[in-house]
């Protein structure tokens, strides 16, 4: 290949750091997203901007990238981001046995862990359940989950993407086993039309599945939603986190007025089939008054669910064990197909370090070595992204 490659991103999540990073590179961008951006998984989370902490104990390899991330992010976008901390409380003994593993296993990634006694903790945060026997101070924060990764899409627009939204590809274009392109329905319009690529980049996170498909080729893609509910009022200062390894229904994350309690997992198979399962809000208000006891005097204020693209692993049952972390795949040697990468897993946190690795896997396929400049590179301001040059 030569010139000013064309690559074609299909996903208006992480697609917009992959868009950012393509666009420092040089290339010729253009993303597509079905619907409205971050209308998937990307947007729709809790909010929570990982220290890694969460991942010591059972996934040392997505806390190390997290706790990379967050400080990348922290300089790049901080706008987007509430530098409060996070605590990890122990509230009974089996909390209290995982106490000095966690904190060894923060220091040994370099995530600082800072040890408090319950009353030192009830001071910082008067709302926490006073029965708690100890905690760790740790620096999580909390970000906007819709304008952080739209800081992405605003620097990429204005280094020349091209951003397409309400528009879905139908179709991979084939030549022979090569994908050169893609068809799309604009939603807007209805109008139909043929975008070409010399590489096609499926970043469409639990719908990366059928995206692949279209080219004949399947990937360890395991689908894990999630419900999240939020509540009146700011209940605590910092993030709060149950010490354990991650579970169902112990993180609480404040935002602006409200509190996200969150979250639940199970396994699917479909992305549109997904509905939020009743019991599992009682379940989220059960389980968050053992953290912040005024939980339970709550109301849901809204209710939502997120499909999270996960790599899928061979002990797949329990969804909370299944690692978030991330890979992108070159179809051409593993399955036969060229001009097509896929990029899956990860999470909010970790969404410019995956785009960073798929961005060098497209310079590898295209002969270019082009360093990666999304470490140090400020990024504009969401609201740039509907400013026109």
Known sequence: ?????????????????????????????????????????????????HSGARYVLHDPEAARE???????????????????????????????????RFVDRCRSIGIPAQPLSGAQAIRMEPALNPTLQGAVLVPDAG??????????????RANGAEIRNFTEVTALRMTGRTVAGVDVLDHRTQGIASIGAD????????????VAAMAGVRIPLQLGPGVMVSVRGRLTQRVINRLQPAGEGDILVPQRGLSILG??????????????????VQRLFELGRTLVPEVGRLKPLAVWSACRPLLRSQAAADPYRISRSFDCFDHAPRD??????TLIGGKATTL????????????RKTGRSIACRTRETMLLPYRCFWRRA
């Open 352 to 363: 410019r370090a995956m785009a960073e690795k798929a961005a060098d896997l497209v310079d």
């Open 66 to 100: 997290c706790w990379q991330e967050n400080q990348i992010l922290r300089r790049i976008a901080p706008q987007a981001i509430e530098p409060n901390g996070g605590l990890f409380v122990a509230l009974d003994e089996r909390d209290q046995s995982f106490y000095g």
């Open 336 to 341: 036969g197909v060229e001009g097509l990468i």
């Open 263 to 280: 979250t639940t997992a199970w396994l699917a198979d479909d992305p549109d089939a997904v509905a939020v399962p009743p019991d599992h």
């Open 143 to 156: 970000m906007d989950a819709w304008r952080l990764p739209m800081h992405f899409f605003a620097t990429a």
């Open 199 to 210: 590489l096609v980049v499926n970043a469409a996170g639990p719908w990366s599945g059928r």
């Open 1 to 49: 290949m030569g010139g000013f490659e064309h690559i074609l991103i299909i996903g208006g999540g992480v697609g917009g750091a992959l868009a950012h990073d393509l666009a420092l590179r040089g290339y010729r961008v253009t993303l597509v997203e079905k619907g409205e951006l971050l209308s998937g998984t990307t947007g729709r989370h809790h909010g929570l901007l």
